[in-house]
């Protein structure tokens, strides 16, 4: 229930997405991505914080897992890829899924156990070339809203 599902042709229509889905967000979301390497994670985090009004280069975060910007929000950009869910390391990654920040995580089946529970699932898939489906999975009444708002954008 409350799923939005949009097919896309080209980078550009990917962060420009993303760029649209930044309008709806508020302070201390999280936005989950998930997709093969290549699939676009880290296009769509660079529109989301282009639309969030972030100034400087969003890049992917692999080596440093989390890395943070300033825009109309504080904007996290996570990529869990390298964190080992069974290790007992505590990064604090409560600290910024439950601050006033945007958290936006890729790979983050990687620490399923650590999401909260509100929250929007997006996965990408590869359909050939430059084309992508992107899934929204909204958790939550807000994210319910979210997605219906954007389909209604269309
Ligand atoms: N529709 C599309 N959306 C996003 N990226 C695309 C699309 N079509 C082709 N690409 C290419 O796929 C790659 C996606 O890279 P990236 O965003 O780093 O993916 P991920 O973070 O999922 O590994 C880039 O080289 C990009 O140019
Ligand atoms: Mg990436």
Not at 21 to 46: M, N, Q, Y
Not at 86 to 114: H, N, P
Not at 119 to 142: M, S, V
Request: proline share 4%; glycine share 10%; charged share 30%.
């Amino acid at each position: 229930m409350g799923r939005y599902k949009k097919k896309v042709h080209s980078p550009l229509e990917t962060m420009a997405l993303a760029e649209k889905l930044a309008l709806l967000v508020r302070p201390g979301d999280v936005i989950t991505l998930e997709g093969d390497l290549g699939a676009g994670k880290t296009h769509f985090s660079k529109g989301l914080a282009k639309g969030i009004g972030v100034k400087k280069v969003v890049n992917s975060p692999t080596f440093t897992i989390i890395k943070e910007y300033e825009g109309r929000f504080p904007f996290y950009h996570m990529d869990v890829y390298r964190l080992d869910e069974e290790s007992e390391e505590d990064i604090g990654l409560d600290e910024y899924f439950y601050g006033e920040g945007i958290t936006v995580v890729e790979w983050a089946s990687k620490i399923a156990e650590q999401l909260p529970e509100e929250r929007l699932d997006i996965t990408i898939r590869h359909a050939g070339e430059d084309k992508r489906y992107l899934l929204f999975e909204p958790h939550g009444e807000h994210f319910e809203q979210l997605c219906k708002e954007l389909a209604e954008w269309e």
